[in-house]
Structure formats: C-alpha cells, structure tokens
C-alpha cells in the first residue's frame, strides 16, 4: 500500500515578508502541484528527482552520504518524521520510503518548502494510521517548515493545506471569494537564494533600519487591505495598480533582483494591468493580472510560466 499526498502551490498576491511581522497577506492555490508519497520500508529512504546537489561525500564502507547540504535539502521531511516520533511515541520511527514528486524546481517562491512539508504530514500521519483533520496537518506543518527556517509565518503551510484564496492576518485564515473574472498570469526565474536566506535579509533590514521598517510594514498593510476589497469586488485595474505598489515596497525591502525588475517594468510598460514579484524573492515567482504579452515576456526573460488558475481543494490523500 502507497499512501499519496498531494498539495497544490501558492503564488501570494499581496504581503510577503510583510506577514511574517503580523501584517495581513493574500495568497491562493494555483493548478501546479507537489506529490508526497510514503511506503513501507526496511530503512528511512527520501527520493526526489529534483534537488541538485553540490559537493556530495559518499562513506563508501557504509555507502551513505554525507553531506551538510543534503541534509539541509532534506530537512524539511526528516524534521516531519521527528515530529511525529516525539508527538506520537514512535520512538524509534515507523519506517518509510518517502518519495516526493514535482513538475517546477525546488525553491522558486510558490511554497514548494511547504508542499513538502504539508505533503509529508498528510501522508506520514495516514501512513501511521492517524486521521488528522485540515486544522492540525495545517498546525503541525507550520511548526516544522518554522522549525527549519527559523522564521516562518503561517502563510504557506496553511494557504497549501486548505486551498483557494486566502486572507491571513494573525494567525488567523480566512477564505477569500474572488469572481472568476479575474484570473492571473504566472512563472518564475532561476532564483541562487532560499526563502530562508531571504528571511534573513529582511530581518537584518529591520535591525538596522527599525523606524524605516515600520513605516514599510505599515504602507504594505494599506496596500493589502485594499487589495482584499478590490479582489473580492472584481476590480481588476485596482488589483494591478495595487501590484505595482507592493513590488515596489518589495524592492524597498531588498528582496527583487534585476531581472524580477525588468519584467515588472518593462510589462508595465506593455501595459499589462499590473505584475510582482511573488513569494520569498531573490529570484523565483512573479505575478501578473492575466495577459499573454506578460506570459510572452516572461519566456522572452528566461523565465518559465507555470498554471496559474485558481484550486479549491488544498491537500488531498489517497491510497494507492
Ligand atoms: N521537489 C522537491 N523535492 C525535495 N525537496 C524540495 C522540493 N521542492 C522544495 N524542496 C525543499 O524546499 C526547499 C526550498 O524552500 P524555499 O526556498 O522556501 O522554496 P519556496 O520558495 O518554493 O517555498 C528546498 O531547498 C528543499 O529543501
Ligand atoms: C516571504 C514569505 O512571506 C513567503 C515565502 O514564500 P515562498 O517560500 O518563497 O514561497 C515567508 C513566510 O510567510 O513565511
Ligand atoms: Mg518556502
């Protein structure tokens, strides 16, 4: 019996970064998708086919691997598994080959970190026989991804968990309606840095610049609450304007690079209705109001577009 998990992506329309401050954000599930599947195993196994790595040590008397690299790629299931033994007195781990499948690379800012993480949880906990409702694969998924981060807000775990749009503001979700009249256009480019490395960044901002920060924090909240009114009302031309603003308190806080920039202006320019950069930055995610000249420029950049229609379902599991 395979127990498999699978946990659609998220693109954050308005309010990364910003959220992990507890100020509000807006997020959905887009049509892309990661895969978790767990089976029963003499050893602990976790394969992917797309992490890349560098600088590899293989023990060839034992044949394992040793690599600080690999086990930060890889942390995000192995702290799942430990979760689990500390919470639910497996004390030595059901054994499990755990098998992650994706059509997008890791790390490009549409929450694969938390796909892993909540696909983990879903089928691990299935495969140790728990029923575990939406609310607690929700819970424990964010203090995993938070454990590996070290800093993490609810955003992702809990947007990827439940699906559809999202309102998150203290901890709290709120489903958005948002008329299928506006839909979005999307993709990412090669991103060098983590969400993690990211993080880290913004936070150093803070340190250094505390008054500057709140004045940005503040202004990135203003933005998402008329976003929230101008999405659930249908108005498109408002949403973009209001894009275009966050990108650039985006790039105020030092997480877009050149060409997150070129595509976000030379699209506005093109005149699509509005674009941003989407996720953690350093690269990875951008978004758009729908429209082919964006989808056009984002090839014609190096980027890759992904599907970026709207799910409802968040996490499902099923055997097979
Ligand atoms: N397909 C995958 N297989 C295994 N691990 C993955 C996969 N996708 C993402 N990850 C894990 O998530 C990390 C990326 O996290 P992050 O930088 O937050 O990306 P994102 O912004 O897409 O969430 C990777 O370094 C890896 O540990
Ligand atoms: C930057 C942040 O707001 C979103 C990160 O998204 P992603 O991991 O880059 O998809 C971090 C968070 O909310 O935990
Ligand atoms: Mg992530």
Redesign the pocket.
């Known amino acids: 019996m395979i127990v498999e998990a699978e946990v659609p992506l998220k693109l954050?329309l308005f309010g990364?970064?910003a959220?992990?401050y507890g100020k509000p954000?807006i997020a959905y599930t887009v049509s892309e998708s990661i895969k978790v599947r767990v089976r029963e195993s003499e050893k602990f196994y976790v394969s992917s086919q797309n992490l890349q790595i560098k600088g590899v040590k293989v023990d060839l008397h034992e044949f394992k691997i040793e690599n600080d690299n690999v086990r930060k790629l890889i942390a995000y299931v192995t702290e799942v598994i430990n979760y689990f033994n500390e919470h639910y007195s497996y004390k030595d781990g059901k054994k499990a080959a755990i098998e992650i499948e994706s059509n997008v690379e890791p790390s490009v800012?549409?929450?694969t970190?938390?796909a892993v993480v909540v696909g983990t949880v879903a089928a691990y906990s299935r495969f140790l026989g728990l029923e575990l409702q939406k609310q607690e694969i929700a819970k424990i998924s964010h203090e995993v991804e938070l454990r590996v981060q070290g800093i993490?807000?609810i955003?992702?775990t809990h947007t990827e968990t439940y699906g559809g749009f999202v309102f998150i503001k203290e901890g709290k979700v709120e489903k958005l309606e948002v008329p299928p009249s506006i839909s979005f256009s999307a993709g990412y480019f090669r991103r060098i840095m983590t969400?993690a490395e990211?993080?880290r960044n913004v936070k150093s901002l803070k340190e250094k610049n505390p008054s500057l920060f709140t004045t940005l924090l503040d202004s990135i909240e203003k933005v998402t609450v008329e976003a929230r009114t101008a999405l659930t009302s249908g108005d498109a031309d408002r949403v973009g304007e209001l894009m275009y603003v966050n990108h650039g308190f985006l790039f105020s806080l030092g997480i877009t690079v050149p060409v997150l920039d070129q595509f976000v202006s030379m699209a506005r320019a093109s005149g699509v209705k509005g674009c941003k950069v989407s996720?953690?930055g350093g690269g990875?995610a951008v978004i758009c109001i729908k429209d082919q000249r964006a989808e056009l420029l984002l090839n014609a950049l190096g980027g890759k577009t992904i599907n970026a229609n709207p799910t409802f379902q968040g996490v499902t599991v099923k055997l097979i």
């Open positions: 954050t990364e970064h959220v992990v954000a800012g549409l929450g970190s938390a993490a807000s955003m992702d969400t990211m993080l996720g953690g990875g």
